[in-house]
């Protein structure tokens, strides 16, 4: 057993941690692929427990609480969409939604109430000037404050960059051409990591949609760098919820 705490830093909700940190952070412990699926709405600043089962998987807990589970898994996309850094910027200037309109201004990974090198600041847009495109994009510069011990950029942090464009790309409709403002929770995600960056290098990030089931929503994403070497890949599964729920106060 060992102990995770997820700083205030590292929030989704204002009082919950960001999913696809949390899933990256416990991730850790399993070796090559993962998925993690959240199970509770992960606590911040407290200690946390991370359990290998004997089934093989690992449980990430709050007292008797399970808040996540994971296991090793294969993550191979059937199609990964591309983009240089100049569409990514420019996808960022047509992201669906505006900074007085964000459901979680404060989230790690796409709130802009985020100062720069605090949250990391990934505001998905389409990839193109028409709004009927369903593949999102968004630059990512990682600040050297994400660097691990190794001087790479730490996994987790990965993790995270590839989890809220996911949700963006969840509330594209590729039939209708449009983009809903419904409110999701990451419930599973899954990711593979075949390299990490420096911190400084431009990377890029491109999400698309691939399903809806019901509350469910299913999207996938990739990074890149600006070379075009791909760095890693990950598939979510998203809820639909009410807003008070989103936000962590069950109605």
Known sequence: ?????????????????????????????????????????????????????????????????????????????????????????????????????????????????????????????PLGRHARNAVLAASWTPDPNLAAEDGLVAPEFLWSALDCPTGFACNCNPQGGTYDTTPLLLGRMAARIDARPHPGDRCIITAWPIGRDGRKRTAEAALHDEAGTLLAVARTTWIAVDREVQIGRPS
């Open 1 to 125: 057993m060992t102990e995770i705490i997820i700083d205030k830093r590292f929030c989704g909700p204002p009082n919950s941690g960001n999913g696809g940190y949390v899933c990256g952070q416990l991730a850790r412990h399993i070796p090559g692929a993962a998925e993690v699926t959240l199970r509770a709405p992960p606590p911040l600043d407290k200690r946390l427990a991370a359990i290998a089962t004997d089934a093989g998987t690992w449980e990430l807990r709050d007292g008797a609480i399970v808040v996540a589970t994971g296991r090793t898994t294969s993550v191979e996309l059937p199609q990964i969409e591309t983009a240089s850094f100049e569409e990514a910027c420019a996808a960022e200037l047509l992201t669906p939604v505006k900074p007085h309109e964000h459901p979680l201004p404060t989230c790690f990974v796409c709130g802009p109430a985020r100062a720069k090198g605090d949250g990391l600041r990934i505001f998905a847009g």
